[in-house]
């Protein structure tokens, strides 16, 4: 299994780079992938979709996925791609510390 480094953590990651133990996650570890990720500084919106993302995941068994994330959580489709540009739920979900929502390419 690949592993990175973000934030000084040690974390394991898939071919794609999202993590394969979310229990691996820090806030440190979602802010290097924020940045990796071409995503400037987590704002309050930001950790409002990871935080729901995370809760969600734990209640569902599954990570969120797009439509989901944005009926549920408090922020629209259009703050979504505005916050997570180039793939919202799939970046949403990899800044969390979860797999790639089923669905997204």
Not at 23 to 34: F, G, L, Y
Not at 36 to 60: M, N, Y
């Amino acid at each position: 299994m690949p592993a990175a480094t973000y934030a000084g953590h040690e974390v394991e990651v898939n071919e794609e780079g999202f993590l394969t133990q979310s229990d691996q996650w820090t806030e440190e570890v979602a802010k290097a992938i924020a940045e990796e990720s071409g995503i400037g500084p987590l704002t309050d919106k930001h950790w409002e979709v990871i935080a729901f993302c995370r809760k969600d995941a734990e209640a569902q068994g599954t990570p969120p996925g797009l439509r989901r994330i944005s009926k549920l959580s408090g922020v629209n489709m259009k703050e979504l791609y505005q916050l997570f540009p180039k793939g919202p739920g799939k970046l949403a979900a990899k800044v969390s510390g979860l797999p790639k929502p089923q669905g997204c390419i």
